[in-house]
């Protein structure tokens, strides 16, 4: 069965850096496309950012483009999510996930979802 395993988060101040990993079992990483989103307190499943299967096409939220950067190792089976220049607002669980898709805005509905990872920004 599809197995996502996330690592790597933790409290970090506001302007610092994560990265996290991802473990992907059970399917055939390479050729899926997978995604982070996230999971603020209190609110919804929203989209983060997504790679095709080979790893040449990303996609980003405009909330965090410009600061995040996707990337996988297919021959590790590996999703990674670099996270530069945090703000509060980027508090979550973050998850990877596969078969996701969009209910509206960045809200998003996922298939498989890992058991997810805590980022907390803070001052």
């Known amino acids: 069965q599809v197995q996502l395993v996330e690592s790597g988060g933790g409290l970090v101040q506001p302007g610092g850096s994560l990265r996290l990993s991802c473990a992907a079992s059970?399917?055939?990483?390479?050729?899926?496309?997978v995604n982070w989103v996230r999971q603020a307190p209190g609110k919804g499943l929203e989209w983060v950012s997504s790679v095709d299967s080979g790893g040449g096409s990303t996609y980003y939220s405009d909330s965090v483009k410009g600061r995040f950067t996707i990337s996988r190792d297919n021959a590790k089976n590996t999703l990674y999510l670099q996270m530069n220049s945090l703000k509060l607002e980027d508090t979550a669980v973050y998850y990877c996930?596969?078969?996701?898709?969009?209910?509206?805005?960045?809200?998003?509905?996922?298939?498989?979802w890992g058991q997810g990872t805590q980022v907390t920004v803070s001052s």
């Open positions: 996930a596969k078969d996701c898709t969009v209910v509206s805005g960045t809200s998003v509905r996922c298939d498989y």
């Open positions: 059970g399917f055939t990483f390479s050729f899926y496309a």
